[in-house]
């Protein structure tokens, strides 16, 4: 269940497929569900420091402003690597944000949610907003459950937007910026990779994920499962550990 741990990610998104689509999939056609998204300036540190950051505080700040709607949500950490475009003295950055499929909202109220988020809320680069959202087909269900879970494999960098100058003096540049940013995201290098697995040492998936309203006994469900595997697969790793040191015992009698 280890966060940093691409093979628990994947036993893990296996299970969470199973679960929340078969969720889904049995409410009625006519109830919306929405992929969201929530970042939080609030949530944005420099990397050196990001680590320590209270996650329940993000998952509680979601429930607050989710208040009445199910959803099942993960927090996910983006690196953003060149943060001093827009932050004095910061270089690397990790912004902690959430992605959450929601339900039992109607598409009106899941509108005046996200407006309301975005007058009140800012996030590291601006002009970026801190809502989003779209509705979600049932049939696109898993794949939204897959990339909420995916492992850290994209850094971010922050853009200055320019534009062309009309006709600039002799000696101007001849583009200006337009007062906007834009992020693009790249492959993670093998030291920022390195790093994303430090940031998320000790964290686990089944406390990343969280939940309300209905979601509570998915992600419930979900976990249980997911830790009886992490059991089965623990006491495996000993019983193969026992048959080793055993072998090797029996090959120590031998050589006597």
Avoid at 19 to 26: G, L, Q, R
Avoid at 209 to 236: H, I, K, P
Wanted: hydrophobic share 45%.
């Amino acid at each position: 269940m280890s966060a940093c741990n691409y093979a628990a990610r994947i036993a893990y998104a296996q299970l969470a497929t199973d679960h929340v689509t078969s969720f889904t999939a049995a409410l009625p056609r006519s109830a919306p569900i929405f992929w969201v998204t929530l970042i939080r300036d609030t949530y944005t540190l420099p990397y050196d420091t990001a680590a320590d950051l209270d996650l329940f505080k993000l998952q509680q700040w979601a429930r607050a402003e989710l208040r009445g709607a199910s959803f099942v949500g993960m927090v996910e950490a983006a690196l953003y690597t060149n943060a001093d475009a827009v932050r004095t003295n910061w270089k690397r950055a990790i912004s902690w944000h959430l992605h959450l499929l929601v339900w039992g909202i109607s598409k009106q109220r899941m509108t005046e949610i996200r407006d309301s988020l975005n007058r009140r809320c800012r996030t590291l680069i601006p002009g970026v907003a801190a809502a989003h959202f779209r509705p979600v087909r049932p049939e696109k269900v898993e794949g939204q459950v897959l990339y909420m879970l995916k492992a850290p494999v994209n850094e971010y960098r922050i853009i200055a937007e320019t534009r062309g100058v009309a006709d600039p003096a002799p000696g101007e540049p001849l583009r200006e910026f337009t007062g906007k940013f834009a992020s693009k995201k790249y492959q993670l290098g093998p030291g920022d990779l390195v790093r994303m697995a430090n940031m998320l040492a000790g964290k686990r998936l089944d406390r990343l994920a969280f939940a309300a309203g209905d979601g509570r006994a998915v992600l419930s469900a979900l976990n249980c499962a997911a830790r009886a595997t992490e059991r089965a697969f623990a006491a495996q790793e000993r019983d193969r550990a026992a048959s080793q040191r055993s072998m090797a015992r029996a090959q120590q009698r031998r050589r006597r």
